[in-house]
RNA sequence: UGGGCCGUCGCCAAGUGGUUAAGGCACCGGGUUUUGAUCCCGGCAUUCGUAGGUUCGAAUCCUACCGGCCCAGCCA
């Protein structure tokens, strides 16, 4: 490592950790965890918390665990459960233990009777509403509860009796006592368990309590041993109550929270409440729609785990709240791609283009090179027949200034093939050109024209072996750089996210192309066989991203 | 009006009292090129939210102010 890689990727989690093995705190262990809600499916946002934790641990040679936060079972599912796992391993990350909270359950609760027996506990049984007139506000402090005072021994047997099932959902709650009058509203005796009557898909019906949040994350991660707990910004404020539950209690480890911030994408989405209505307003088409912010839906767009790493590398971990630019997921998968994906051509909007000098049964195999910057790649055969299609755009009856495609009486390179010169356009009864005649010089198969230059280069398929194909071109979903801040998203979306190209035609080598394969369609872009609807019979690819296009910006 | 946090180039982001204020994205040139791709070369903050102060020396320390974000679920 030189002097000057020495500080990339720094940040302010790494410094911190540097200095506590400087110190030897922790022994200079690092225990990470990823530690998802099962409520829903994993987003980009998540991704940068994964990249975030599991990285950090193998940067530290620590480990990393799978912990599901699962203590609300009124929204959680297995369905999630699975979903979360696929996702974590396709991104390449292995978990070293894979827990769950609800693990923790009687360990918990156990901590809860101590917290009680300690006074710093007690049963409330005051109203959801009158709890919330007693919390106070932002700027006044709150009042105490009735409740607050009552001995260990009632509130012992209310709490075993919550257990038990004796009282309805919202009877009574387990608040810890700390300060009602506390600026940080965390602090104004939160709840710790609340009755919910509802089955748990790990524990069944064994309780009619559940833990909270605060309670059970803390002791979550103490149990674990976890070093570093890595969450976002927003958790901030409840440090103070992570601590405050660690510190009353004895518990095998002594973790240490840490904030970053969370993602912000431009156009972009990723709010679990809002991707939800995406899906079930049928918006979009799933979870999976490649429009999606989703891993799912970012994984069947084409996006590779290799691209989305290295996004998570390049826009660094700080606690600014910060919008990332668009083009910068978007470089980066057009590096992986640009060096990994091999070569093909495609046609997506087809107009014929017969070569007049060549015979009616022309037929001749030309090589091609699969990569450019790699023979390794291979090449391929390529046939060539008098007629072939074209990209209707790339020919104009009246180009714009600086056009270098073709033009009537003008030449342009077929790629990989010979140069050829259009002599007639052929429309039919309303004007549309719906052919074009050319002539091909026979010289410049693999070698530069005679005493001019050709700079126009065109793609092109051989109309005799080109394969029918659906091709969607997509775009972001919505047309506003922050549709979160859309009155309603409705009018934030971008009409043309997606356009279905029916009659595209590619070369033969693409229908037999392994679904979730990606290529580069030479000059049009980055695509992927659709991992779903992909078939040899019902060809289907979807772009990932366009390249780079300096004219088009112009 | 309470509490917590943040402000370094258009967007990210290194920087922890002495550096010519890294790097990436974007942008602007120029070269190579049978992808208007890739690749290569060059340019791009006398200035770190603002104003004072401390210091031989400040983006880094202090003070005040300005701007932004988060918190009043028996959600996580």
Redesign the pocket.
């Known amino acids: 490592m030189t002097e000057?890689d020495s500080?990339?990727g720094?940040?302010?989690i790494?410094?911190l950790i540097d200095a506590d093995q400087q110190s030897g705190k922790h022994e200079g262990r690092v225990a990470t965890r990823f530690?998802?809600?099962p409520?829903g499916y994993l987003h980009i946002g998540h991704v940068k918390s994964i990249c975030l934790n599991f990285g950090t641990a193998q940067r530290y040679n620590g480990t990393c665990n799978l912990r599901f936060?699962d203590?609300?079972p009124?929204?959680e599912s297995e369905e999630y459960v699975n979903a979360i796992k696929d996702d974590v391993q396709w991104l390449g990350f292995e978990w070293d233990a894979l827990c769950h909270?609800s693990d923790y359950f009687d360990k918990l609760y156990d901590y809860a009777v101590d917290l009680i027996k300690q006074g710093k506990a007690y049963v409330?049984?005051?109203?959801?509403e009158?709890?919330?007139e007693m919390?106070?506000?932002?700027?006044?402090p709150g009042t105490e509860s009735p409740y607050r005072n009552r001995t260990v021994e009632e509130n012992l047997e209310l709490f075993e009796g919550m257990k038990r099932g004796d009282f309805d959902?919202?009877?009574?709650?387990l608040r810890a006592k700390i300060d009602m009058t506390?600026?940080?509203?965390?602090l104004r005796d939160?709840?710790l368990y609340?009755?919910?009557k509802v089955p748990h898909v790990r524990t069944g019906e064994t309780w009619k309590i559940?833990?909270?949040?605060?309670f059970?994350?803390s002791l979550s991660d103490a149990l674990e041993n976890i070093t570093h707990s890595l969450c976002t910004?927003?958790?901030?404020?409840?440090?103070p109550l992570y601590n405050w539950v660690i510190e009353q209690l004895d518990t095998p480890g002594n973790p240490q929270q840490i904030?970053f911030?969370p993602l912000?994408l431009?156009y972009t989405l990723l709010s679990k409440r809002r991707l939800i209505q995406l899906v079930t307003n049928k918006v979009v088409d799933g979870w999976d729609d490649p429009r999606m912010p989703t891993i799912l839906g970012l994984r069947r767009r084409g996006y590779t785990p290799a691209a989305l790493k290295d996004f998570c590398e390049?826009?660094?971990?700080?606690?600014?709240?910060?919008?990332?630019?668009m083009?910068?997921l978007?470089?980066c998968i057009?590096?992986d791609l640009?060096?990994n994906a091999e070569?093909r051509l495609a046609v997506l909007d087809p107009i014929k283009l017969v070569i007049t000098s060549l015979p009616e049964d022309h037929a001749q195999t030309l090589t091609f090179q699969n990569?450019?910057?790699n023979e390794a790649a291979g090449t391929r055969p390529y046939e060539f027949t008098r007629e072939v299609f074209i990209e209707r755009e790339d020919f104009a009856e009246v180009p714009p200034p600086?056009?270098?495609?073709l033009v009537p009486g003008g030449e342009v390179?077929?790629?990989?093939?010979?140069v050829v010169k259009c002599t007639d356009i052929i429309k039919n009864d309303a004007g549309e050109i719906v052919e074009l005649h050319c002539t091909h010089d026979p010289d410049?198969?693999?070698?530069?024209p005679e005493g001019r230059k050709v700079?126009?280069?065109?793609?092109w398929v051989s109309a005799k072996h080109a394969v029918p194909a659906t091709v969607r071109l997509y775009d972001t979903l919505f047309n506003v750089t922050n549709p979160a801040a859309a009155e309603s998203f409705e009018d934030a979306l971008n009409p043309d996210s997606v356009t279905v190209m029916n009659n595209a035609v590619v070369e033969p080598a693409l229908a037999k192309a392994e679904a979730e394969t990606r290529f580069?369609f030479?000059?049009?872009g980055y695509f992927v066989a659709d991992r779903i609807e992909h078939s040899e019979a019902t060809p289907v690819f979807n772009r990932v991203v366009t390249?780079?296009?300096?004219?088009?910006?112009?």
């Open positions: 000057q500080n990339v720094a940040n302010f790494r410094n530690p998802p809600e409520n936060d203590t609300n009124a929204k909270a409330d049984s005051s109203t959801p009158q709890m919330r919390r106070g506000t932002l700027t006044e959902e919202g009877a009574h709650i506390s600026g940080n509203i965390n939160p709840g609340r009755i919910l559940y833990p909270m949040y605060d059970t994350h910004l927003e958790f901030e404020d409840h440090r904030e911030a912000n431009e390049r826009i660094g971990i700080t606690k600014n709240d910060s919008v990332i630019d083009a910068v978007e470089t057009r590096d640009n060096t070569r990569h450019p910057q600086k056009y270098q495609r390179r077929l790629r990989g093939c010979y410049t198969l693999g070698k530069k700079k126009g280069v065109v793609h580069q030479e000059r049009t390249l780079r296009d300096v004219w088009a910006k112009k």
